[in-house]
């Protein structure tokens, strides 16, 4: 298994800033691109799910893809406190790193 | 989406015991997937759970220990054997649908003494 590579932080920013997420991926196969938001203490819950590459946005929230680069980007505006919570991506799906762990600054 | 549910949330079972947690799903999925996750770290796939055939186990991980059911395409049991304190973990299943997005279960945090 081929962990994901992502900064695992944790990033502190404060609240009402725009906030950058990323991965990187190895196999240039992969269509499918995902951000998972994991709270403490809690499972993970879908964020974001994207095919191919292109953004997308929802809400507050866009996802970024360039396949070229093998780069996946999440951006986060307008941050709020019930932000911070530690961000997965998963490699081919089903394969998870540890993340990287958002602090949201009242 | 989807709708998962596990039983125990949690447990704290005695060494050389065996604990089976349960989980639910709101709706048919494709795929279950069977986790485990130690606190500040990554989740770690154990299985895939296959229904009416024997789980898929990833490296490290094997039926004996971890023996898995999955009778229907919205049910599915795993279960810890002859457990350790090494076993204490956060537990999870996870179901994904055809579009291979998965929801996860709340989790059972598993704490063996």
């Known amino acids: 298994q081929k962990e994901v590579e992502q900064d695992p932080g944790p990033l502190s920013v404060p609240e009402g800033a725009i906030v950058s997420l990323n991965c990187t991926y190895s196999?240039?196969?992969?269509?499918?691109f995902m951000w998972y938001r994991q709270y403490s203490r809690k499972g993970p819950e879908l964020l974001m799910y994207?095919?191919?590459?292109g953004n997308k946005e929802d809400g507050r929230f866009t996802a970024q893809v360039d396949k070229s680069s093998k780069y996946i980007s999440l951006f986060i505006r307008d941050s709020q406190p019930s932000d911070s919570a530690t961000y997965l991506c998963?490699?081919?799906?089903?394969?998870f790193g540890k993340g990287t762990r958002l602090h949201i600054l009242p | 989406s989807a709708v998962i549910s596990q039983k125990p949330s949690r447990d704290i079972c005695q060494r050389g015991t065996s604990l089976t947690i349960q989980c639910q799903v709101d709706?048919?999925?494709?795929?279950m997937f069977w986790y485990r996750q130690q606190p500040g770290q990554s989740l770690t796939l154990i299985a895939t759970?296959?229904?009416?055939?024997?789980?898929?186990?990833e490296s490290g991980f094997v039926i004996d220990k971890f023996p898995i059911s999955r009778p229907n395409l919205t049910f599915s049991t795993l279960t810890v054997s002859n457990m350790s304190p090494e076993d204490s973990s956060i537990y999870l299943c996870?179901?994904?649908?055809?579009?291979?997005?998965?929801?996860f279960g709340p989790g059972t945090r598993l704490t063996v003494l």
């Open positions: 196999n240039s196969a992969f269509q499918y």
């Open positions: 709706s048919q999925v494709t795929m």
């Open positions: 998963p490699h081919d799906k089903i394969i």
């Open positions: 994207t095919y191919s590459s």
């Open positions: 996870s179901g994904a649908q055809a579009t291979d997005t998965q929801y």
């Open positions: 759970a296959n229904q009416g055939s024997e789980a898929t186990y």
